[in-house]
Nanobody
Framework: QVQLVESGGGLVQPGGSLRLSCAAS????????IGWFRQAPGKEREGVSC????????SYADSVKGRFTISRDNAKNTVYLQMNSLKPEDTAVYYC???????????????????WGQGTQVTVSS
């Protein structure tokens, strides 16, 4: 069955970096869009970044543009989120999620993501 496992979270000082990984099993990434979401305490879950199933087009929330980079390694069936210049407001549980996109060249349909990982905590604090 479709399974996603996140890793790489932790505690980092402001200005630091982390790389999150999302290992997929039970399916191959070729036809699936992958998204990273986050949810901070008391706030709604928000889409942070995503990568399409076709040409690898990417999208980012305005709050992370220029600081976060999403990438995928189809050979390893893994998607990464490189997070640089981290801020305290980036503190949240980060989730990766996916949906079958059939090669569509976009990924920002946030409501379509229907398979989720368990999440990994990212805390940015001095």
């Amino acid at each position: 069955q479709v399974q996603l496992v996140e890793s790489g979270g932790g505690l980092v000082q402001p200005g630091g970096s982390l790389r999150l990984s999302c290992a997929a099993s039970g399916f191959t990434l070729d036809y699936y869009a992958i998204g990273w979401f986050r949810q901070a305490p008391g706030k709604e879950r928000e889409g942070v970044s995503c990568i399409s199933s076709s040409d690898g087009s990417t999208s980012y929330a305005d709050s992370v543009k220029g600081r976060f980079t999403i990438s995928r390694d189809n050979a390893k069936n893994t998607v990464y989120l490189q997070m640089n210049s981290l801020k305290p407001e980036d503190t949240a549980v980060y989730y990766c999620a996916t949906y079958l996109a059939y090669g569509a060249p976009f990924c920002e349909e946030w409501g379509r993501y229907d398979y989720w990982g368990q999440g990994t905590q990212v805390t940015v604090s001095s």
